[in-house]
DNA sequence: TCGTCTGTTTAGGTGTCACTTTACACTCGA
DNA sequence: TCGAGTGTAAAGTGACACCTAAACAGACGA
């Protein structure tokens, strides 16, 4: 069951035709070939590693995390997070499993504050 | 650099010897060979994959998140749940990075506080 | 000294990921 | 009609994840 996977490559090209790039062009700003970048683009392949996601964010103007989940996958720099306290952030993260986007709006403000002082 | 990998093995197999286990047997219940257990257990092999290293956390008792933590891996229940969500998320984990255990807790609290209205 | 434990060495093996190269087919303006 | 641009098809590659089977060496009790 891979239904973020198979829309990763409609989305970009969606994107990158809105921005009137061609697909070379953006392949090699990307540091791929434009064959794989067509697969990739018709969902043919999965998407790329982590930095080129990235890459793809920047340039069609997209939130990196979001593009990231899309490509179903996580910043490696959260997992690194994760990894340095696992017990706390898991339970944090199961606790916080179900709340609303204002409960964790309001929950990383408060995360901020404690940093802050 | 893969600090925390290197003492994956040193680490399961003194746990294993504490409460004498022999590797066959341990083996056995984790379901792969002698051979590979030993291997992982010396640190010549990478940590198995997660459903191995969650076996072997129930055997030796061990926190299954802690555990893959050492084995460098985040549970891929965690990645979920960040994927649902990856801006909150991704937010909330940078915020969270540099706060103390206790101030995690506290969050962790109130996140299921708001949960439970 | 034989059988049976223990862990270990050697020597693979298969599959997946993340790509590349080469060659092709189409369209369109000059 | 040509050449310069578009995207695409087919195949292959190198590295790594994740493991296995067979054989062996040493200790230990009967």
């Known amino acids: 069951m891979k239904v973020g996977r198979e829309k990763f490559g409609a ?17 090699k700003k990307i540091g791929v070939s434009p064959t794989y970048l067509s697969k990739v683009e018709r969902d043919e392949f999965p998407p790329p590693a982590e930095d080129k996601v990235r890459k793809i964010a920047a340039i069609i103007g997209q939130d ?13 720099e959260l997992t690194d997070i994760i990894r340095e306290r696992p017990r706390e952030m898991a339970d944090f993260l199961r606790a916080v ?12 403000r408060q995360a901020q504050k404690a940093k802050g002082k």
Chains 1, 2 share one sequence.
């Open 11 to 27: 989305f970009i090209r969606r994107e990158r035709e809105a921005k009137e790039i061609g697909l070379r062009e953006m392949a």
């Open 64 to 76: 990196a995390d979001e593009l990231l989940a899309l490509a179903g996958r996580v910043a490696s």
């Open 97 to 108: 499993k179900g709340l609303t986007a204002e409960d964790m709006a309001r929950l990383a």
